[in-house]
DNA sequence: TTTTGTATTAACAGAATTGTTAAACAACTT
DNA sequence: AAGTTGTTTAACAATTCTGTTAATACAAAA
């Protein structure tokens, strides 16, 4: 039985915690604007008075989210890169797979970054700067990398941002068009998890026939 | 000169045309949530009342702007599908070229219909009940042709719809992802025309490079 | 036991936003 | 010219949503 200064402070963290749950739910599914501060507090099971002590604001509370969201982003993004130890065909088909996986356990996610990017740019700007000299450096080095094996005639030349592009795009879209697809789409998408192993599959294959030589 | 009649005339249709102007505008970029009926008036240059008047609520304002972009959504996607008259990897080819070429010159429609069907899908329930027997047909002809072309080795065995699926990813994932790469990709993205002439026939190249044996 | 700090509730305030209405107005018809 | 019709404006009504505050409970510390 814990006494109760722990209870107290589970209890706490319990109410705090599930208005960030809630709060998690409800902007990524409908965004700041559609997002109802009442709501996230009833779906938490608390007033919503107890939000706005907990968090002062909705703004607050949003970057809370958003902090997170963005980290995990900038995380999922650089799975695609592959691991630089390995051989680079293989390097390049565990960093088309790493990546999915990633996305497929946080569907949300990228359209979630995306609209968040799109309306709002200059309260982002600062991100820019910072990831742009990480990635600068990173491509540089798998620019050179993909230059060495093209040379030793083990896959075609080709630049590493198109390549890089061309990953998010097949492994982001099937997510983001989910929803869009799935009514379409009739049986290939009937079951989810076969579906998504074959997406996978046609996804690793693609990007491998497009290097390959 | 005009006389007063066709002026009258054409000033309400302006008036009606530039508030619809003005929507397409706020909802496409701020969605619907986002969207303020009172910004769109100003920008449409009449006061909000006018708007009200002729549209009667947001709602109904909406309703007009979705049902235009949802048709030209539905014709941007047929253009994947390609000209059935052409021999099969011209067919192919030539889908991708339109579809990417239609893209960009609708750059907000894919995460405009995206984000509407995420956010309110039963709603469009209805489009998919028509849209699916429309695609089921069509994509029996497709996987019926790429069939052929297989057996007679002009390109690989292949699943219809995975192919459009990457066709889609990689055409719509560029500009939906735009503002969020743009500022991280330096020099390759810097100058708009060429990038997206580079990314065409990148897309082209990925997809074609998948069918051939 | 008193004090202190934190948690919680209910009621309210303020602002923003959508939508309505009555009256003025303009243009056309007869 | 009078009436009819459709357009426009300004003021206002209603609602929704965010955020505040005052009162209260309650546990820990002194």
Chains 1, 2 share one sequence.
Do not use: C, W
Not at 7 to 28: G, P, R, S, V
Not at 92 to 112: E, M
């Amino acid at each position: 039985m814990l006494n109760s200064k722990t209870m107290d402070t589970n209890q706490k963290q319990n109410k705090e915690k599930e208005i960030l749950t809630a709060a998690e739910n409800e902007f990524l599914t409908k965004g700041y604007d559609g997002a109802r501060t009442t709501s996230i507090a009833k779906a938490a099971g608390v007033t919503h008075a107890m939000l706005h002590y907990y968090f002062r604001t909705k703004e607050q509370l949003f970057e809370r989210i958003v902090d997170e969201k963005f980290r995990l982003m900038a995380e999922s993004t650089l799975a695609a890169l592959g691991d630089s130890s390995l051989p680079m065909k293989e390097r390049i088909r565990t960093g088309v797979a790493n990546h999915f996986d990633f996305v497929a356990s946080n569907p949300l996610l990228p359209l979630f970054v995306i609209n968040e990017i799109v309306s709002r740019p200059e309260r982002y700007a600062f991100l820019h700067e910072r990831a742009k000299t990480i990635i600068d450096t990173v491509y540089r080095g798998l620019q050179a990398d993909i230059d060495r094996a093209a040379e030793r005639g083990e896959m075609v030349q080709i630049n590493a941002k198109m390549l890089f592009m061309s990953i998010m795009s097949l492994n982001i879209f099937t997510f983001i068009a989910y929803p869009f697809m799935k009514p379409l789409m009739g049986d290939l998408m009937a079951n989810d998890e076969r579906f998504l192993a074959e997406r996978k599959a046609e996804n690793i294959e693609t990007i491998m026939k497009r290097i390959e030589i």
